[in-house]
């Protein structure tokens, strides 16, 4: 069937098609006139970015932002806020309210099922911006545009009370553990003075320079005393040999003895002159002869002493090395004990240092969370009031009638449609000469008597093939 033949039947079934038309738009004028009327009020909220009672200063991204909207949209929609709502408007106390309760027999309290039931007829809009719409639908304006309202004022409370509870919460948690921390804090400290106090460690660590300092001097001063005691050693081993002590540095650099030396070359050259012409008995010669033999003895005697001296200070340069020696060690081991004491002084003071960080990181948190604790609003603000509906929202007359008009059509043309398929009709000569597949001798014109009154020539076959 084509569009001209469908239309041809539409024609000729205008009947049914125009029944049809006409009674589901009238039916959908009718329903539309029997439903009741829901009026629908908003109430605009806007959450801002930024909480003024809040210690947190981080900027929210998009991303944040778009989880952090829809998270408020169930809030809203969560039960908690329902509830609020029924416990704000005293709504279980309603006689009408308990009535239904009682008929519903419903389980658990009056509270819940208000509660689940406002919840159905609320409904949350969002946009890209930080505004919230929120709507409620009832048969009643009034009491839709106090529900709309009351579900703002209940969503601000209940995001109050979430933000607080827990930030109370945890503020006396870390009550309880700056306590501890505290205390340890204080003991690792005390620990610390009392070390320092027994191995005389101060703060600025002046002492292991100084110890380091006197550990150096007195390893200089060793090493000068044993090169000193060798020297005297080596000097004390040649004086024990008399041939030796002559050239001895402290005898060749003694005034006294080479004076001696020198009058002693004098006299005993006198005494060779007089022995050449005196006899060993003369008066003259023993004289002579017993200078020398007093120069001589002065001049051993002075020696022996300077050897005496020479080995009077190998001993004293020996016993030096040693106190210097003992002096070193006691002051290696000094400072060897001041630089564990230190290294074990360093430990604790680590842990002096860990334990005030974190005393200071647990009180700055519970400074944080007491703070936000006492928080008395919220980034939530009421931007726009629910207010009356002067028109209802449901139902929606003009689109209830365009959908009857819509409808009306789709059943008059389908209703048509399946006639002609099942009940077809010659409407024009093409359906006859696709049914028949016969020729067309001719077609009847429509009987027009006034024609044929007139003396006009009646309709005539037209000429068609043999």
Not at 63 to 69: A, D, F, H, S, W
Not at 155 to 177: G, I, N, S
Request: hydrophobic residues 45%; neutral net charge.
């Amino acid at each position: 069937m084509n569009v001209q033949q469908f239309l041809l039947a539409l024609r000729g079934r205008m009947w049914v098609f125009l029944t049809l038309f006409l009674g589901t738009v009238a039916a959908a004028v009718l329903v539309t006139m029997l439903l009741p009327r829901t009026y629908q009020a908003t109430v605009s909220v806007l959450v801002a970015n930024r909480d003024e009672q809040s210690l947190s200063t981080a900027p929210q991204g998009l991303r944040e932002q778009v989880g952090y909207m829809q998270t408020q949209v169930d809030v809203i929609q969560s039960q908690r806020v329902a509830r609020r709502v029924v416990e704000d408007l005293k709504l279980a106390e309603d006689p009408g309210a308990r009535s239904a309760f009682k008929r519903s027999g419903a389980h658990g309290s009056i509270e819940d099922w208000l509660a689940s039931a406002l919840l159905t007829q609320v409904h949350v809009d969002t946009t890209q911006s930080s505004v919230m719409q929120i709507s409620y639908a009832a048969n009643d304006p009034r009491f839709a545009a106090k529900i709309a309202n009351a579900f703002a004022k209940a969503y601000m409370e209940v995001t109050l009370r979430l933000r607080t509870e827990p930030t109370k919460e945890a503020a006396a948690w870390f009550d309880d553990q700056l306590k501890s921390l505290r205390t340890d804090f204080e003991a690792a400290q005390a620990r610390l003075a009392a070390f320092q106090k027994e191995h005389g460690i101060i703060a600025t660590d002046e002492r292991v320079d100084v110890e380091n300092a006197r550990l150096s001097e007195l390893s200089t001063q060793a090493l000068a005393a044993q090169n000193a005691t060798y020297d005297a050693q080596s000097r004390a081993s040649q004086a024990r040999g008399n041939a030796a002590i002559e050239n001895l540095p402290e005898v060749l650099g003694n005034p006294l003895i080479q004076t001696l030396k020198g009058q002693l070359l004098t006299a005993e050259a006198k005494l060779q002159e007089l022995s050449t012409r005196l006899g060993p008995r003369h008066p003259e010669y023993i004289q002579q002869k017993s200078e020398v033999d007093s120069l001589r003895a002065r001049l051993n005697a002075e020696m022996h002493r300077v050897v005496a001296s020479v080995q009077s200070s190998e001993r004293q340069n020996r016993m030096h090395a040693d106190t210097l020696q003992k002096a070193l060690a006691d002051q290696r081991a000094k400072v060897i004990a001041l630089r564990d004491a230190r290294a074990k002084s360093l430990v604790l003071i680590r842990d002096v240092d860990t334990a005030q960080k974190a005393y200071e990181a647990a009180l700055q948190r519970y400074l944080v969370n007491k703070v936000e604790s006492g928080a008395q609003q919220t980034n939530i603000s009421i931007l726009n009031a629910a207010t009356e509906p002067t028109h209802p929202s449901k139902p929606k007359v003009p689109l209830n009638i365009a959908l009857g008009v819509i409808v009306g059509l789709m059943l008059g043309l389908g209703a048509v449609f399946l006639l002609e398929l099942v009940d077809r009709r010659v409407r024009s000569t093409t359906d006859l000469e696709g049914s028949l597949e016969a020729p067309l001798l001719g077609t009847l014109q429509p009987w027009q008597p006034s024609r044929l009154l007139g003396g006009a020539d009646p309709p005539r076959a037209l000429p068609g093939p043999a």
